[in-house]
């Protein structure tokens, strides 16, 4: 009887935060795999395993992706950035700076996440408004419900310095604005 066929493996080259590896890797295992029990970057967090939450967002080649949703083998040749590589040495990135300035994170579980993500909007250069950074954001969940302090602290670093009030809310201000002053003209 024949030995049975072992494993489908790979070798793939990766940069990772500036590193190089060549690396074996099965055909099936996630980038997220990848990443945190063989390379030991649990930076990356795994949340819902199904891409719904946004925690494993790395950027391949300065592009988010959700690493548990992508094969490793198939990024061969590739930049993987992970929260390990933002920081230069001491030098916390810039959006790690604006997340501590605006108090964005609780427990942290999905700041690594939303931090790669707003690196990839950054580099995609399509946020001109807070509103437009909730929205490019909205894949990355926050179970502490610090949506608000992230958005500003995305906003800082993409839009510049604040404070960034919400079109919506600017909308309503006006609308109030002016449903006020014709009150007024009218008590007049
Ligand atoms: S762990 Fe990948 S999207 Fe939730
Ligand atoms: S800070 Fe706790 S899940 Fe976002």
Redesign the pocket.
Same mark, same amino acid.
């Given at each position: 009887m024949p030995p049975a066929a072992g494993p489908s493996r790979h070798a793939i080259r990766l940069g990772i935060n500036g590193t190089p590896y060549e690396l074996q890797v099965e055909s099936w295992t996630p980038l997220l795999e990848l990443l945190r029990e063989h390379l030991d970057l649990t930076g990356t967090k795994k949340g819902c395993d199904h891409g719904q939450c946004g925690a494993c967002t790395v950027l391949v080649d300065g592009v988010r992706v959700l690493s548990c949703l992508t094969l490793a083998v198939m990024h061969d040749g590739t930049e993987v950035t992970t929260v390990e590589g933002l920081a230069r040495g001491d030098q916390l990135h810039p959006l790690q700076q604006a997340f501590m300035q605006h108090d964005?994170?609780? %427990?942290?579980? %999905?700041?690594p996440g939303?931090l790669c993500s707003a690196l990839g909007l950054a580099n995609e250069g399509h946020a001109k408004s807070l509103d437009d950074v909730r929205e490019l954001m909205s894949g990355n969940? %926050?179970?502490?419900?610090?949506y608000a302090q992230?958005a500003q602290a995305v906003a800082q670093v993409v839009l510049g310095s604040g404070p960034h009030t919400s079109e919506v809310a600017q909308r309503r201000w006006i609308a109030g604005t002016t449903v006020n002053t014709r009150a007024r003209e009218e008590q007049a």
């Open positions: 964005a994170f609780q %427990c942290g579980y %999905c700041t939303q969940l %926050c179970r502490c419900g610090a992230i």
